[in-house]
C-alpha cells in the first residue's frame, strides 16, 4: 500500500495483491466454526478470570497469616474459613470481601463446566474431531479447537507449513548461505499452541510413569534433549499428524513400535 491509508489506496493496494500468484488468503470459516471459536475463547477467558480470583483470594487471606496448599484442595481449605464466622483471625468486612470473591470463584467454575459439555457436545457431533482425538495428546479440546480454526487444511503445503502457522517451528536468522535456527517463533496461534505443548507434556508425563520403551523416538530424544525441549518437538510432530489426518481425509495409525 502507498503512503496515506484511504479507501482509494485500500482499494489500490487490495487490487495489487490479488494479482500477485505467490499472494496468500485466509479461507473463510464456516457459522459453526466461528462459533465454536468464541465458546473456547469465552471458556478461555473465564479460566484466566478463575485464576485471577484464586491469587486474589490467597493474596488477601495471607496478609492475615491465613495461608493453604497450592492446589484446589487449598483453595476449599481457604474459603472454609471465609465461611466460619467463629474464626477470628477475619475482620467482618474482610470477610464480607472475601465472600463475595468466593461466591465469583463458584460462579466461574460453574460456567466453565457448562462450557465444557458444550465442546464435548461439539466434539461428539463432528467426524474430524471425533478422528484427531485418537492422536497422543489430543482431547476434546484440542480437536474441536482445530477443526474450528483451520477452514481449509489444504490451504496448506505441507505438515510444515502448517506447524509454522501454529508457531511450533524454530525461529530463522539465516543470511548468506548460512542456517542460524534459534528458538520457536511464537508467531500464528497461541491458543493452539499452547494446547499443543501441552498435549505433548501429558504424552512426556505418561510416558516416563509406564516407560518409554514402546515410543522410541520420543526415548532418544528425551536422553539428549530437556523435557520442554522435547516437548516443543513432540507438538510440532502432533500438529502435522493433525494436518495429515484433516488434509487426507484419513485416520490415525498407530505407529509399528506401538502395535508390535
Keep these: 500500500m502507498k503512503r496515506q491509508k484511504n479507501d482509494a489506496t485500500d482499494a489500490?493496494?487490495?487490487?495489487?495483491?490479488?494479482?500477485?500468484?505467490n499472494m496468500r488468503f485466509v479461507p473463510t470459516k464456516t457459522v459453526e466454526q466461528q462459533s465454536c471459536l468464541m465458546l473456547h475463547r469465552a471458556r478461555h477467558l473465564f479460566i484466566r478470570q478463575q485464576t485471577a480470583v484464586?491469587?486474589?483470594i490467597r493474596a488477601h487471606l495471607a496478609e492475615f497469616g491465613i495461608v493453604a496448599p497450592v492446589g484446589r484442595r487449598g483453595v476449599e481449605q481457604l474459603l472454609e474459613v471465609v465461611a466460619d464466622p467463629a474464626d477470628r483471625r477475619l475482620p467482618e468486612v474482610a470477610r464480607t470481601c472475601l465472600a463475595a470473591l468466593g461466591s465469583q470463584l463458584r460462579a466461574l467454575k460453574a460456567q466453565i463446566l457448562a462450557f465444557d459439555r458444550r465442546i464435548i457436545a461439539w466434539h461428539r457431533s463432528r467426524a474430524t474431531s471425533k478422528r484427531l482425538?485418537?492422536?497422543?495428546?489430543?482431547?476434546?479440546?484440542?480437536?474441536?479447537?482445530?477443526?474450528?480454526?483451520?477452514?481449509?487444511p489444504r490451504a496448506f503445503r505441507s505438515g510444515r507449513d502448517?506447524?509454522?502457522?501454529?508457531?511450533?517451528?524454530?525461529k530463522q536468522n539465516s543470511s548468506g548461505g548460512k542456517d542460524r535456527l534459534?528458538?520457536?517463533?511464537?508467531?500464528?496461534?497461541?491458543?493452539?499452541?499452547?494446547?499443543?505443548?501441552?498435549?505433548?507434556?501429558?504424552?512426556?508425563?505418561?510416558a516416563k510413569i509406564h516407560g518409554t520403551g514402546h515410543r522410541p523416538w520420543l526415548t532418544r530424544l528425551l536422553a539428549r534433549r530437556p523435557t520442554k525441549v522435547a516437548a516443543i518437538a513432540l507438538a510440532n510432530k502432533l500438529a502435522r499428524?493433525?494436518?495429515?489426518?484433516?488434509?487426507?481425509?484419513?485416520?490415525y495409525k498407530e505407529p509399528a513400535a506401538l502395535t508390535a
Design 54 to 56: 484464586i491469587n486474589s
Design 12 to 21: 489500490e493496494a487490495i487490487c495489487e495483491a490479488v494479482t500477485r500468484p
Design 162 to 170: 502448517f506447524s509454522a502457522w501454529v508457531g511450533l517451528v524454530p
Design 241 to 251: 499428524m493433525a494436518w495429515a489426518m484433516m488434509a487426507k481425509n484419513e485416520r
Design 133 to 152: 482425538d485418537a492422536i497422543p495428546g489430543v482431547g476434546p479440546a484440542l480437536a474441536t479447537a482445530l477443526v474450528a480454526s483451520v477452514a481449509d
Design 182 to 206: 534459534g528458538r520457536i517463533s511464537k508467531q500464528g496461534d497461541r491458543y493452539l499452541r499452547s494446547l499443543f505443548t501441552a498435549g505433548a507434556l501429558a504424552v512426556i508425563r505418561y
